[in-house]
């Protein structure tokens, strides 16, 4: 059975880093390219990030370019997302999820091409 647990948000200040970890087990997770998306309230969820099988490309949404960094240790079966200088924005849910098929472009993805959703990690920006 896959899982997906993601952790590490939490309340901080404009400007402030945190780092966001996601477990998965119950899948081959060197062959999954892997996603962070993150939901607002009254929002849709949207893709934030995206990482290759190997972590050796990535992709990010332009409103983190700069700001966020994803990575993944496929030993672990983990993937992290680093965020820093975090604005308002960014207050939202945070999910990781694996993609269930391959091929197209990065910036056509959306969250139905994604699966197995965890419940998620809160991050809260305040000004």
């Known amino acids: 059975q896959v899982k997906v647990v993601e952790s590490g948000g939490g309340l901080v200040q404009v400007g402030g880093s945190l780092r966001l970890s996601c477990k998965a087990s119950?899948?081959?997770?060197?062959?999954?390219?892997m996603g962070w998306f993150r939901q607002a309230p009254g929002k849709e969820r949207e893709g934030v990030s995206y990482?290759?099988?190997?972590?050796?490309?990535?992709y990010y949404i332009d409103p983190v370019k700069g700001r966020f960094t994803i990575s993944r240790d496929n030993a672990k079966e983990t993937v992290s997302l680093q965020m820093d200088s975090l604005k308002p924005e960014d207050t939202a849910l945070y999910y990781c999820?694996?993609?269930?098929?391959?091929?197209?472009?990065?910036?056509?993805?959306?969250?139905?091409?994604?699966?197995?959703w965890g419940q998620g990690t809160q991050v809260t920006v305040s000004s």
């Open positions: 990482i290759s099988r190997t972590g050796t490309d990535a």
């Open positions: 999820a694996p993609r269930l098929e391959n091929g197209g472009e990065w910036a056509d993805l959306v969250p139905g091409d994604f699966g197995y």
């Open positions: 119950g899948m081959q997770f060197d062959t999954f390219e």
